[in-house]
């Protein structure tokens, strides 16, 4: 059965870092795409990474410069590394295995993490 | 930042059929990019619901169905039921963001309330 669990959410102070972490069971993280995507508190959808099977990463450009995508291959565990972040950053963060079973569609989510950014 | 339009909300007695628009332009759904559809039920994860267009994974009841035409995509509910009240979003990807196949972009989301 295919889970994703995402930890290392919480209360962080406007300019601090934070590393978001999703564990797998059920599938290989280094053989699919995952993407994570957020959710401020009552607004909706935003993609916010994807890192390739080949290792490429991309970033939506609310992120660029502040966020790095990257996974351990041994642990099967994707991560999410959060630097200099701000009030925008709040939201709940989702993993997702992007174009599983399903080409370039997100098949299976974890529960998300909050992750709240104030001082 | 959502590229792709929905309306904010729909609504429906139980048993009518409803329909959510997601419109796009020439850089995602209109250059050939999938669309994909997935339903939000209150305090969960987004849930898959239509794949490729017009697709369901296996589970998702057949009342659902999707569409896609030039740059624009619509996703169907027909026997509309009390467990159908969610948010809807559809996804797909653009080509005027970086990656080899474009990024990721959410529609603005629709919530269908059912009366």
């Known amino acids: 059965e295919v889970q994703l669990v995402e930890t290392g959410g919480g209360l962080i102070q406007p300019g601090g870092s934070l590393r978001l972490s999703c564990a797998a069971s059920?599938?290989?993280?280094?053989?699919?795409?995952m993407s994570w995507v957020r959710q401020a508190p009552g607004k909706g959808l935003e993609w916010v990474s994807v890192i390739y099977s080949g290792g490429s990463t991309y970033y939506a450009d609310s992120v660029k410069g502040r966020f790095t995508i990257s996974r351990d291959n041994s642990k099967n565990t994707l991560y999410l590394q959060m630097n200099s972040l701000r009030a925008e950053d709040t939201a709940v963060y989702y993993c997702?295995?992007?174009?599983?079973?399903?080409?370039?569609?997100?098949?299976?989510w974890g529960q998300g993490t909050l992750v709240t950014v104030s001082s | 930042q959502s590229v792709l339009t929905q309306p904010p909300s729909v609504s429906g007695a139980p048993g009518q059929r409803v329909t959510i628009s997601c419109t796009g332009s020439?850089?995602?759904?209109?250059?050939?990019?999938?669309v994909h559809w997935y339903q939000q039920l209150p305090g969960t994860a987004p849930k898959l619901l239509i794949y490729g267009n017009s697709n369901r994974p296996s589970g998702v009841p057949d009342r659902f169905s999707g569409s896609k035409s030039g740059t624009s995509a619509s996703l169907a509910i027909t026997g509309l039921q009390a467990e159908d009240e969610a948010d809807y979003y559809c996804?797909?990807?653009?080509?005027?963001?970086?990656?080899?196949?474009?990024?990721?972009?959410f529609g603005t989301g629709t919530k269908v309330t059912v009366l």
């Open positions: 020439s850089s995602n759904i209109g250059a050939g990019y999938d």
């Open positions: 059920g599938f290989t993280v280094s053989s699919n795409y």
């Open positions: 996804q797909s990807y653009d080509s005027s963001l970086s990656g080899s196949r474009g990024c990721g972009v």
């Open positions: 997702a295995r992007d174009g599983g079973d399903y080409p370039s569609a997100f098949d299976y």
